[in-house]
């Protein structure tokens, strides 16, 4: 009898170097569609853009006027900006996720991550659920982190889609440093996460961790991985852009908890590996049977304290 074959799905995690915040969202797509063009060529099916992908990282900056701010963000999802993105995908036949900014028709905020298959269709959205930063100018910083000025946390929480051959979830940059963001997807069954991100190194309340920004990142989502039995896909926008420099190391990390591919460059460089989808239950059925060895009666305190 012959063995089964592997669910096996090629990602590219296509990283992104800086955003000038000049930069036109037409030219960010090209650059886009460049990264996916190189993707189909390596074979890949599917590639995680970062968060906020389309613009510079605008929380930098408090900006007051509210049409102002609203330029930053999509009102549709393709819009006239990333339709050629979506078209491009389905020609090519490769799916991708993408982080932007989304204002939604009743004038609601979101950090938002869109998964689209290889037929240049929508699977799913994604709203950040963990919001960092702060929500009024800090002067004292270097730059700001305004993202709670500027996003409300997704109502819907975290999900999980049955995509790509396997069941997908995703995540949104500082989601990932939380051990209930994989844990609530682990018990849905994860099997491959999709995560953006723009960390900049510089961690304005405690200076002590910038040299340790690449430490931590790995660390959360080799945990998440392993504890959970779930691939990892991670792409950064990294590099120094509008003077502040944020971390590159885009990566595919295994349910195994390694990390099998990452960036070279804090440019745009697309990091490719073949996820095995059928790894994730050597950790699901043995160490991570969750069935068979979580003790929940001890979890409360997780839900009723914050
Ligand atoms: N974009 C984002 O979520 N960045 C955060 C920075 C935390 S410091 C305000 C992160 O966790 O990487």
Redesign the pocket.
């Known amino acids: 009898m012959s063995e089964p074959t592997a669910r096996v799905v090629t990602v590219g995690a296509g990283q992104l170097g800086p955003v000038a915040r000049d930069e036109s969202r037409e030219s960010v797509v090209e650059r886009l569609i460049a990264l996916l063009r190189q993707a189909a060529r390596r074979g890949c099916q599917l590639v995680v853009f970062p968060?906020l992908a389309l613009t510079t990282?605008f929380p930098r900056w408090h900006i007051e006027d509210r049409s102002e701010i609203d330029r930053w963000f999509e009102t549709e999802m393709p819009g006239p900006a990333t339709k050629a993105l979506f078209e491009e995908a389905r020609i090519l036949g490769v799916g991708f996720c993408l982080g932007y900014a989304e204002l939604t028709p009743d004038g609601h905020h979101y950090n938002t991550q869109v998964l689209v298959a290889g037929d240049g269709t929508v699977v799913a959205k994604y709203r950040?659920v963990?919001i960092?930063?702060h929500a009024e100018p800090e002067p004292w910083r270097l730059f700001q982190?305004l993202?709670r000025y500027y996003f409300e946390p997704g109502p819907e929480g975290f999900g999980v889609w049955r995509a790509f051959g396997g069941t997908v979830g995703m995540m949104?940059?500082?989601d990932?440093?939380w051990p209930e963001t994989y844990r609530v997807m682990g018990l849905g069954g994860v099997e491959l996460i999709l995560c953006g991100?723009?960390?900049?190194i510089h961690?304005a309340p405690d200076p002590s961790q910038d040299v340790l920004q690449g430490f931590h990142?790995a660390l959360v989502m080799q945990a998440g991985a392993y504890q959970n039995g779930t691939w990892v896909v991670a792409a950064a926008k990294g590099g120094v852009e509008e003077g502040v420099e944020s971390?590159a190391q885009s990566c595919v990390i295994a349910p195994s908890g390694q990390v099998v591919a990452q960036a070279y460059t804090a440019e745009d460089e697309l990091v490719v590996a073949p996820c095995d989808l059928d790894w994730c239950d050597r950790y699901k059925r043995t160490l991570f049977d969750f069935d068979r060895y979580r003790v929940i009666e001890h979890y409360e305190p997780i839900t009723r304290q914050r």
């Open positions: 968060e990282f950040k963990h960092p930063g982190h993202e949104i940059c500082n990932r440093r991100y723009n960390t900049p961690y990142s971390l």
